[in-house]
Structures are given as structure tokens and as C-alpha cells.
């Protein structure tokens, strides 16, 4: 990516830079600090994206948000082949399927059990939805890894990049244990 | 895509039909009925795919899950040119935006106001947590719309189809109001 991008950061943009790290290629980290007492993102980052959100890049003209969007386009465009399959077939289907995943119908549970934690808890009827959907989504990915390695089979790739804040946020709302343990659950 | 193929139903699956209907390709509709009193989908979907969601796709020996990644690979796989830029720069990086903009940042706010709805009310930190994502991404759909047409662009795509569900929910949290209401606020 070129030298000119800038990348905005939040607890969610740790996996933008990890990608970029691990692809080798250059790019300007610019930091954006939450409101400590909201632990809501700053204005400053409406100023670069409508929403207002991070992780979000901006490479030449193009402004991008959506850290599943973010890691397929600069995977595919600066990747050169690696961290993902050939943009066809099942490989490539097993991919995108968790790249859409992670902040789909994984997050959406894991992060309101975790804002329930930080805003005073969850009614008892919103703690019944999300429930059996967490332990659902940590056993499915445990059995993925237990069985292959790693989520799209024994490669790594930008999937294991975007799934893994999955797995912080379970991990800060203290639903995930060690992966050997799902086993026999 | 191949007559063996199932598709299994539920609101969110909607869009995949629209997609198949768009695309003009042979699909088998296996319709799946949630839990009238619960509304959960049963548990013969967890049959199908561990996650135990809908919509969820059989393509030959492949099983997908997520509608931003069914849509993704219905398009790539037998799309033709049709619905979606070609699958790399600037227009391609919005269009997988939209696609996982809809279940990701949009959808998560939206969906647990909707969940409010259904389950008793929210407390108000997690209510103060979500009202203005819902209205930041409201607007944001809307000055596309206004500006544009469709939100890739002038040209229809399956990221309009992806985002339908975002406004169904919008309207069935009566969050919505018509678009050129928008302009002005």
C-alpha cells in the first residue's frame, strides 16, 4: 500500500496492523484515542468517514471502513498471492465467509454480553437471545481449529487476521476458555 | 447455480432469493420456520450448518453461512459480469463495503434495538451506546441513495440487496423515515 494511506486506530485496527505487518508493506499509523468515560471513537474520525469509525484506511482517493471489507480489498490488492486463497471455488468461499463472519453474526452476542458488562447488565430476555449464539459461534470456531489448524484449513491467512478480536472481545467478556478445553464440551 | 443446490429460508434469506431471481439461476428453496414464541430459528437448521442459521447455502459439497459472503460468492461464482464490479480496485472496494457494512457495523446497533423491542426494553447505557450509530448509519445510507442512485454507484448491485435487510430492520424498529427526509437533517 502506498506511503500516503493512513490507518486509523482503534482496539479494532490491531488486526489492520498486524496485516500489514505481516504483508511487509509500508503504511502511516495515525492514532485515535476513545473517550475514556464513553468508550465511544473521537469526532476526529467523522472528519475522515461518515461513520466515524475504526479501523478505517484511506489508500490515494479510496476511504475504506469495515475491518472485513479492509483486510479482503488490501489482501487482494497488495497480497500477491498470500493470506488467502484464488479469488474462486470453495477455498475462497470458506474464506470470505469468515473474513463476513467476525463482525456478522459472531460479534453481534459477544459484544452485547460485553456492553451489557460495562453499562450496568442485560435484561434477562436480551441475555436469552445471545446466549446459546455465543457458545454456538466459540465452539465452531475451536472445532475449525482443533480440526485444521487454522480457520480456512492448515494456511494461514487474513481470516485468522480478522477473526482473532472475535476472540478478544470473548476473551474481555470472559466467555472463552483454553481451546482444548471445547473439545469435549 | 446447480439445481442440487438448497437454500434455506428464514427473513434474512430473503435476499438470496431476490439474488437467485436477479441472477436468473435454478435454485431449491428448503423453507425452515423459526420458533413462533421464541424466535429462534430451529434446530433443524443446526443440521445443516453448525452455526445453525439462516440464510445458509449447499452448493455441491460446500455449505456457506453469512449473507454478506453468500451474496459475495453467488455473484463471483455465477454472476457473469452481472450485479458487482470486477473483483479489484476502488468501485470492487466499495461494493465489499456495503457487503460488510450490513451485518457488521450497521446491523449490530439496529438489531439490538430491535431485540428491545422484543424482549421488555434496554437498560439506557446500552440504549446511549447505540441511538447514534443508528442514526449515523441511517444517513449514511441515505446521502448514497440521494447521491448516487444505488449504493455502488448508478448501477444496481448485489450490495443494494445485501443492505435491504439493514432498512427492513430499520423499519421494524421504526427507526426509518422516507429517504428525502434525510436531506435535511
Partial sequence: MRSANRLTFATRSTRIIWL???L????????HTRDPSTFRSPPTLDRIHPLGKAPVIEDSTLVMAESGAIIEYVIATYGHGKLAPAQSGPAWARYIG????????????????????LTGGLPDGLKGFITPDIEKTLKCIAAEILDNGYLTGSAFSGADIQMSYVLEVA???KCWMPIHRWKNT
Avoid at 469468515?98 to 451489557?116: C, D, K, N, R, T
Wanted: proline share 9%; no cysteine.
Fill in 171 to 173: 476473551r474481555m467478556g
Fill in 98 to 117: 469468515w473474513l463476513h463472519f467476525a463482525e456478522g453474526s459472531a460479534m453481534m452476542p459477544l459484544l452485547v454480553h460485553l456492553l451489557g458488562m
Fill in 24 to 31: 511487509g508493506e509500508p503504511y502511516q499509523l495515525v492514532p
Fill in 20 to 22: 500489514m505487518e505481516e
